[in-house]
């Protein structure tokens, strides 16, 4: 498939990191609260995953289709510019972004109101997702937590990896590396038992992901994270709602839900441990 195309008053190219950036103003925009240091971290996952439709010099609609592994892909930031809703332009690049996935199971985290819609394109539904914010508190923990960056990335990429669809090198490393941000872990008997991050937002800050073994663990790293923003500041957690552990961790620490997404999946579904999964790493990638 050729890197761009004509299709009628649209041109469709991969973004570059620029294209990037703005699309995920559009996000902003929506009220999807992006992270401040999102573009660079969702670019490096698969820069040629990422395309933009353009009306004559304008940018009007973007979405991502991001590889990972040999078998896997997962679609987001599918966003048209207000002004050129309802003229066709957002269904021509979803199939542009979709025949880049040929062959993948292809998964989305999509607004509610829009299942029936991704029904159509062999979508189906696996669970909610649940954002869910709340206030960062001083909160004490007696578990001690090791900065991830300090530890061999090797060591943090194959616990990473048991929790997401395929080895994610090059995103992992981008995401432990941005400003703004803190990335902790757990270790008990020499291993590794919990891992995640906090950055910061347009507004607040979002941990994600937020993966461990055990709920104690989770609720440990969890009041760490916490930590390391100011208190009273507005705190996310976007969470699996079949994990119910995890939604016992939001509602001891006072977080409510403030919204939902679907994760759908088509050509397959996904096994990945919910039960782990304390904390979805970002919407927009999975």
Not at 130 to 138: D, F, L, Q, S, Y
Not at 261 to 276: N, Q, V
Request: net charge negative; hydrophobic share 45%; proline share 6%.
């Amino acid at each position: 498939m050729p890197h761009d195309k004509i299709l009628p008053a649209q041109r469709l190219q991969r973004m570059s990191l620029a294209d990037l950036r703005i699309a995920i103003d559009w996000a902003a925009a929506e009220g999807w609260n992006p992270g401040l240091h999102d573009a660079g971290c969702f670019h490096a996952a698969d820069p040629g995953g990422f395309f933009m439709g353009w009306r004559d010099d304008r940018p009007v609609a973007a979405i991502s289709a991001v590889k990972y592994g040999t078998g896997f892909g997962f679609v987001g930031l599918y966003i048209v510019d207000p002004d050129h809703r309802g003229q066709g332009l957002g269904w021509a690049l979803w199939q542009h972004a979709m025949a880049s996935l040929d062959g993948r199971i292809a998964g989305l985290d999509g607004v509610v109101a829009q299942q029936a819609n991704y029904r159509k394109s062999g979508f189906v539904l696996a669970h909610r997702n649940v954002r869910h914010a709340g206030r960062a508190r001083p909160l004490d923990t007696a578990v001690a937590t090791v900065d991830l960056r300090t530890l061999d990335f090797d060591r943090v990429q194959a616990f990473d990896a048991q929790h997401a669809p395929a080895p994610r090198t090059a995103f992992l490393r981008a995401w432990l590396a941005q400003p703004d941000s803190h990335s902790l872990g757990i270790i008990e008997d020499g291993e590794l038992v919990a891992s995640g991050s906090i950055r910061a937002c347009r507004e607040g800050h979002k941990i994600g992901p937020l993966h461990a073994t055990t709920e104690a663990a989770a609720d440990a790293l969890f009041r760490a994270l916490c930590a390391r923003v100011p208190a009273g500041d507005v705190v996310y957690l976007d969470l699996p709602e079949p994990n119910a552990a995890a939604r016992a961790l939001a509602a001891r620490h006072d977080l409510q839900p403030v919204f939902e997404t679907a994760r759908m999946y088509a050509g397959g579904m996904l096994a990945l441990p919910l039960e782990r999964i304390y904390g979805i790493t970002t919407f927009e990638l999975g």
